[in-house]
């Protein structure tokens, strides 16, 4: 070792930084206070769980399907014997042949968490959407099956009653108080592995990505089955529902997103008293003002909400609302961007009569409106579900559409002659802004009123240019091009 290696070594150990001592290295005092210092910093999650833990739950979902009686499985084993060594299938009597029987076949596995000691379990709406059956087990493993008290779609929060009493309620936290950066917990079912806790950080808070919700934004570990279970705050209060993840593989990349539980209670308490959510609405289409189009009217700042259009005979047109207004007040609370305006009249009571505040020509006005209610989404009938299913359309997969035709019901409650039902938007239709829900009216420019229509037309179109659509959103009618995938 160099004079100088030795004396630099020599000095840092009289400086008491650490002293070796028969080959071992102890730590000075004042390191490992420093060390000591930051495990305390860091979160235990230990007495979380104990406490919170009893409370979550997991539900697990079936449905009926047409499965094969019993012997169907030997029975389809032997034919498939016979063709692949070449013997003739023999003939079978009638009624030997295996009848198809509505047998329960496994849905769905989600979370969710007691609300009160009678049991009644709040969970997502999309965990149990279509379930014939909803099946409840406790961290005791006490099974029951649970009635559905109500779901609301838009919020995608749903409320359970399982039968029994003295059960762990959560206790459910104050989501103003939760801040950007704050720890939290969640405790779900992630792909079916009941009573799992991921951590991590409130990674923003008012997050749009909804119509009706501003959402807490976390980096919590969540996966297929966490839907509806509780995202917790270190004080072992319930802030959230976890609801979605942002993904590319469907797997957890770092971004999760949870229903305010203040959002969640105000839709629990009309689901358990009424069995369904009522929401306002005044009849307008309404888009984001932007820098330029503030500046250019003399309105300051990008804020409100632009009116595109207004409904005929709705309450916005009766109150003197028009295009080209720009609402920048409800009930005197500010519109700062244009999700705020929905949220706000979707909060409205339905029949009561509230103020907005509109900005046209360079001035404010406000004006009163009153109230309408939004129409309550219709849930379809077993009977009427297996129907669409027989009348659906996968013609459409070159530009990313499933569709199928309107019922009959539908069609009268629409008001309109025909057209179909986007299933499922993917590729080029998602890219142009299609959704499931929405009702394809016409396809390149050809009138499209049934499923024959819509494969009929995409049989003669040119695969290689743009695919103009006319669709219907709601009460609204408006385009979408879908170009060819280069």
């Given amino acids: 070792m160099s004079v100088l ?62 499965g094969r009686a019993g012997g169907a499985a030997m029975d389809e084993e032997m034919a498939d014997f016979f063709r692949r060594f070449g013997v003739p299938i023999p003939n079978m009597p009638r009624q030997q042949r295996p009848q198809q029987q509505p047998e329960d076949q496994p849905r769905g596995v989600g979370s969710g968490f007691i609300l009160t000691p009678d049991g009644l ?28 008290v109500g779901s609301d779609k838009r919020t995608d929060v749903a409320l359970v009653k399982i ?24 405790i779900g079912s992630p792909f079916g592995l009941e009573n799992t806790v991921t951590a991590g950080i409130v990674s923003a808070k008012q997050r749009d990505t909804g119509d009706y919700l501003p959402f807490i934004q976390t980096d919590v570990a969540i996966n297929p089955g966490n839907s509806g279970g509780p995202l917790i705050n270190m004080r072992g209060e319930v802030v959230g529902i976890n609801s979605q993840i942002y993904s590319r593989s469907g797997g957890f990349m770092g971004i999760s997103f949870a229903i305010p539980m203040d959002e969640a209670m105000r839709v629990s308490e009309q689901l358990r008293t009424a069995g369904r959510v009522t929401r306002g609405r005044i009849g307008v289409q309404i888009g984001p003002v932007t820098k330029d189009v503030a500046e250019s009217l003399g309105l300051g700042k990008a804020q409100g909400a632009l009116v595109t259009g207004v409904e005929s005979g709705s309450p916005a047109e009766k109150a003197g609302v028009e295009a080209g207004d720009i609402i920048t007040k409800f009930e005197g609370k500010p519109i700062e961007k244009v999700a705020d305006l929905p949220r706000l009249v979707g909060n409205a009571k339905p029949g009561s009569k509230s103020s907005l505040t509109v900005f046209r020509r360079g001035q404010s006005k406000d004006l009163a409106v009153t ?28 530009v990313g559409l499933a569709v199928r035709d309107l019922t009959d019901a539908q069609k009268r409650e629409l008001k309109l002659k025909g057209g179909v039902v986007v299933t499922a938007a993917s590729e080029g239709a998602a890219r142009a802004g299609l959704r499931e829900g929405d009702i394809i009216l016409a396809l390149a420019n050809s009138e499209v009123l049934s499923v024959k229509d819509f494969e009929a037309v995409l049989g003669k179109v040119d695969k290689s240019k743009t695919l103009s659509v006319l669709f219907r959103r709601g009460e609204w009618a408006q385009y979408a091009l879908i170009r060819p995938t280069r």
């Fill in 5 to 66: 290696n030795w004396k630099l070594l020599r000095s840092v150990a009289l400086a008491g930084v650490f002293t070796s001592i028969a080959g071992w290295t102890a730590v000075s005092p004042s390191v490992a206070l420093a060390q000591t210092a930051v495990v305390r910093n860091l979160p235990d999650f230990t007495d979380l769980v104990e406490q919170v833990g009893p409370s979550v739950v997991n539900i697990r979902t079936t449905e009926k399907s047409l």
């Fill in 121 to 148: 379990v709040m969970t997502n709406a999309h965990v149990v959407e279509g379930a014939d059956e909803v099946i409840v087990t406790l961290t005791d493993k006490r099974e029951f099956k649970a009635k559905i």
């Fill in 163 to 186: 039968d029994a009493t003295g059960l762990p309620a959560v206790k459910v936290g104050d989501v103003s108080r939760l801040k950007a950066g704050e720890w939290v917990m969640a």
């Fill in 371 to 398: 109230i309408a209610e939004i129409e309550p989404d219709k849930v379809a009938t077993k009977t009427a579900d297996k129907e669409e299913r027989a009348k659906s359309s996968n013609a459409g997969q070159h």
